[in-house]
Nanobody, 122 residues
Framework: QVQLVESGGGLVQAGDSLTLSCAAS????????TGWFRQAPGKEREFVAR????????YYADSVKGRFTISRDNAKSTVYLQMNSLKPEDTAVYYC???????????????WGQGTQVTVSS
């Protein structure tokens, strides 16, 4: 089984940048497509971005397009989410997820990390 561990969350001001990391361990991470989701208090978990195993295909939610960049380093079994121009509405717990198929819905991912809190103050 592959385990996912997120890191890099924190408290920042609006307009700042932050990079989240999702490190995979355990069984081989090879072939897993990876996504980032977020969940704000009282709201449903929402899709943020996803990247294929090769890194050649990415997809973003409209709310983060142009501000966030997802990337991966397969040699390090790590996926990143670079977040620029952060807004208070980006405040949420951010989760990474993985699956051997491509999806943009939470139900489409089978492996999940524990989440990392991102708080953006105005």
């Amino acid at each position: 089984q592959v385990q996912l561990v997120e890191s890099g969350g924190g408290l920042v001001q609006a307009g700042d940048s932050l990079t989240l990391s999702c490190a995979a361990s355990g069984r081989s991470f090879r072939g897993y497509n990876t996504g980032w989701f977020r969940q704000a208090p009282g709201k449903e978990r929402e899709f943020v971005a996803r990247i294929t195993w090769s890194g050649g295909n990415t997809y973003y939610a409209d709310s983060v397009k142009g501000r966030f960049t997802i990337s991966r380093d397969n040699a390090k079994s790590t996926v990143y989410l670079q977040m620029n121009s952060l807004k208070p509405e980006d405040t949420a717990v951010y989760y990474c997820a993985a699956a051997p198929w491509i999806s943009t819905t939470a139900s489409g991912f089978q492996l999940w990390g524990q989440g990392t809190q991102v708080t953006v103050s105005s």
